[in-house]
């Protein structure tokens, strides 16, 4: 392992360390009819979490998010040791193609990490892949649940708002013809 590739480790792990410490937090609402709603409250330090506003709010943290922010460093980090691997990989090849006997062991234990490291990295691209996919399934899931529940909530409103409309309609419509009257009567009085 070259210098450049311990570089890169360590930076994956401060990375990750810096996410674990300062990860995402979420607010969760939910309003007495059932209607609940998960919206993101930022980045905290561990162990000063943000306050809720009042009772119906609740502060979580955001362990899917954390989990595709580490895959993602990790996802990264791999992929740079592995353009640095190749990079001193090449130099073996050539002390290869130039002749020397002793790198043919090394150039086995090349293509055997390389073959591994590959598979690692087509490994994490698949976990991520299924982790954004059940995240995007479950927003979608949420979004059907929070529509149904505001149309409910409007369907359950309707009546009473047409009724107060139908009743203000008819307190109108009497009030103007009880103008009509009085119009009327003042006609015939003259």
């Known amino acids: 392992m070259t210098r450049e590739q311990r570089v890169a480790i360590v930076l994956g792990l401060v990375l990750l360390a810096l996410l674990g410490l300062f990860p995402p937090w979420t607010d969760s609402l939910t309003a007495p009819m059932g209607y609940h709603q998960e919206l993101p409250s930022g980045y905290r330090f561990l162990f000063s979490p943000p306050r809720p506003f009042d009772d119906r709010h609740s502060i979580t943290l955001d362990l899917k998010r954390l989990a595709v922010s580490w895959t993602v460093v990790l996802l990264l980090t791999g992929v740079i040791v592995v353009l640095l691997h190749s990079s001193s ?3 073996v090849q050539q002390a290869v193609t130039a002749g020397d006997a ?3 062991g090394s150039a086995v234990r090349w293509r055997y990490r390389l073959w591994l490291e ?5 490994t994490l691209v698949a976990v991520l892949i299924r982790v954004g996919g059940e995240s995007v399934q479950q927003m979608a899931r ?3 649940v929070i529509d149904a529940e505001q149309w409910q909530t409007v369907l359950d409103m309707a009546p009473a708002a047409f009724a107060e409309q139908f009743r203000r309609d008819s307190l109108e419509r009497k009030a103007a013809l009880g103008r009509q009257r009085r119009a009327e009567l003042q006609r015939r009085r003259r």
Not at 118 to 122: E, H, R, T, W, Y
């Open 118 to 122: 590959v598979v690692l990295l087509g």
């Open 102 to 104: 002793a790198p043919w």
């Open 142 to 144: 949420d979004q059907r």
């Open 89 to 91: 990989a090449a130099q």
